[in-house]
């Protein structure tokens, strides 16, 4: 059993920042890929960003690269997304995930553990 918890959303105007976390408890993560993920009302679930386990190989989609990093703290159990200039269409609800495989990449179904997701809105 693994359990992933999101924190760190909130509300914040065009061209700020968060940062969320994720924690994970049960089965450790140490040697697992992990990712975000987002989902916008109405939408799909959109592949944000990805990290390898020992911190490096680490992929973003178009929409955020250069603007999110993510991060991993495997003694602590802990992954986290910074999310900077951040634009109205980056309003979703972010969750992060565990890789099935070495080889995840940005399909949801390469990911088998789910957070239940923290809100992120940014307003115009």
Known sequence: QVQ???SGGGL???GGSLRLSCAA???TFSNYIM???RQAPGKEREF???IGWNGGLTYYSDSVKGRFTISRDNAKNTVALQ???LKPEDTAVYYC???RWASSWSSPDDYDYWGQGTQV???S
Request: no cysteine; aromatic share 8%.
């Open 12 to 14: 914040v105007q065009a």
């Open 97 to 99: 995930a565990r890789g």
């Open 121 to 123: 809105t940014v307003s």
């Open 4 to 6: 992933l918890v999101e």
């Open 25 to 27: 408890s049960g089965r």
């Open 83 to 85: 999310l900077n200039s």
């Open 48 to 50: 944000v960003a990805r």
């Open 35 to 37: 990712g975000w993920f």
